[in-house]
């Protein structure tokens, strides 16, 4: 009696199944090989041994190893545990405001400087040279009749203690305090906070201003 013919489809089947079960242990044996390993650890609390698994999120699992309420607890951290990491950024540093000068009194606001006349000088070249304007020497009677060689003059000019740490200017006719003040390199807000200006920002002819 010949043997019963073994049909294709069933030695088809067969290949295919032991294919199946090669990956199969191909697979159980990277599993192995690359599973986590089991860090989790027994503690005895109030005298029940509770197992302490470290769970990935950095959260911890605590599962009772007995009892009758075989239940696993998740203790998260709370907010006071999450310190932040990030440094904040420093404030930025402050903008430096003119600090007023101590202003002496509105007498002190001028001084003299004496002056021997030449024969080339005239008040315009005087007020140049001394930093001073020629209706500020008029106040103080100065005019063109003082122009005589030899003669000593006592030259009105802005006393530089008026303005400490500052210098003083003589205002002269035209002048503003925007235009004072834009050419000082100052704002007009800090030129009127650094001469105790009004509201108006007045400033008159012969007054004397700080200015860096």
Not at 98 to 104: G, I, L, R
Not at 152 to 168: F, K, S, T
């Amino acid at each position: 009696m010949e043997p019963p013919e073994i049909k294709p489809y069933l030695a088809i089947a067969t290949i295919i199944l032991g294919i199946l079960m090669a990956l199969g242990v191909l697979f159980t044996v990277m599993y192995l090989q690359h599973r986590p390993p089991d860090t989790s650890y027994t503690v005895n609390i109030e005298g029940q041994e509770i197992v302490v698994k470290p769970d990935p999120a950095k959260e911890v699992v605590i599962m009772p190893s007995g009892g009758e309420n075989n239940e696993t607890v998740i203790v998260e951290p709370t907010a006071q545990q999450i310190v932040p990491t990030d440094t904040p950024a420093p404030p930025p540093p402050p903008t430096s405001t003119p600090v007023p000068p101590t202003a002496v009194s509105q007498a002190n606001m001028y001084t003299f400087v004496n002056h021997t006349v030449a024969g080339h000088d005239t008040l315009y070249s005087l007020a140049r040279q001394h930093n001073t304007t020629i209706p500020l020497m008029a106040r103080f009677g100065i005019s063109s009749t003082e122009l005589v060689v030899g003669n000593v003059l006592a030259i009105p000019v802005g006393n530089p203690a008026y303005c400490p740490g500052y210098r003083p200017y003589v205002v002269m006719r035209g002048d503003t305090p925007f235009g004072v003040s834009r050419d000082a390199g100052l704002s007009l807000e800090d030129f009127a906070h650094l001469n105790h200006l009004d509201a108006n920002y007045s400033i008159y002819e012969t007054q004397v201003v700080c200015i860096p």
